[in-house]
Structures are given as C-alpha cells and as structure tokens.
C-alpha cells in the first residue's frame, strides 16, 4: 500500500509542472505517504497485508490523497490570502488550480468562502467551476462505470 501511494505521488510529480515549483506538492506527498504508513502499520499489525497495486490499495490511496489534498489546499488558499494581504510573491493560479484538479476542489470552495479570497476575480472562478464540472462529470461516469 505504501509503495503504491510513493509511485503514484511520483506519478503526479512527473506529470504537473505547477507541483514541481510549489512546497504545497512536498507537503501533500509527506501527509499522504505518513497517513498511508500509519495505516499500512495498523493492518500489518492485524496480520493483513495489501497488495501493491491491488484495489484495495488503490482505494486506500484514492481515500488518503483526497483528505490531504484537501487540507494543502486549503492551507495554500490561506497562505496566498496572507501574501496577498502583506503585498509578498502570492501562490501561483497555477498551483491553486492544480490544486484543485487533483481533488482539492471541496476544501478549495470553503477556503475562498472562508477566506474571501478569489471570489471577486471572474477569470479565476470561470476556470474554478470548470474545473468543479469536469470533476463531476468525471465521478458520475465512474459511478455508472462501477455500478452505482
């Protein structure tokens, strides 16, 4: 399981350019990577043991990167408020949406709530809710692709 979530997070790394010049990436991939030990941990203690690659590592990844995502997300829709505030270098649109593509969209609509940050930019929230669609659109499909 472990090994499962490092490839996929490299996976990411490679394919988005935005992850490769923030932090916001490194500190996802050490959240996912130590909650995906904790738990490969709590099996292995239990004498269960999850195959690389299997489904249920595959959802168990899915479920540790949508939390941690999540959680970087908002933090960095916090941070780049603060920069914004203070005047210094902000947190590129580009990590913020890619932020977002990856699963961070939940927690990125309270964020800009909670915040009052990016309301106000149309551009931004045009791409946003692009972004939110296309998600949707992606889980419907998986949903029906999977039965439900």
């Given at each position: 399981m472990l090994m499962t979530t490092?490839?996929?997070?490299?996976?990411?790394?490679r394919i988005v350019p935005a992850f490769?010049?923030?932090?916001f990436f490194v500190l996802?991939?050490?959240?996912?990577?130590?909650?995906?030990?904790?738990?490969?941990?709590?099996f292995a203690a239990r004498g269960i043991e999850i195959a690389m690659f299997s489904k249920a590592a595959l959802y168990y990844f899915a479920?540790?990167?949508?939390?941690?995502?999540?959680?970087v997300t908002f933090m960095a829709y916090g941070i780049?408020?603060?920069?914004?505030i203070k005047g210094q270098d902000r947190v590129k649109e580009s990590v913020l949406?890619?932020?977002?593509?990856?699963?961070?969209?939940?927690?990125?609509?309270?964020?800009?709530?909670?915040?009052?940050?990016?309301?106000?930019?149309?551009?931004?929230?045009?791409?946003?809710?692009?972004?939110?669609?296309?998600?949707?659109?992606?889980i419907i499909g998986l949903l029906k692709m999977m039965g439900f």
């Open positions: 490092i490839a996929f997070m490299m996976g990411i790394f490769r010049d923030s932090g996802h991939m050490a959240l996912t990577i130590g909650a995906t030990y904790l738990a490969e941990q709590k479920f540790f990167h949508l939390i941690m995502i999540n959680i780049d408020k603060s920069k914004a949406f890619s932020l977002g593509i990856f699963g961070g969209t939940p927690l990125a609509f309270v964020a800009q709530i909670f915040f009052h940050h990016k309301t106000k930019k149309k551009e931004f929230q045009g791409i946003f809710i692009t972004i939110f669609i296309l998600q949707m659109i992606a």
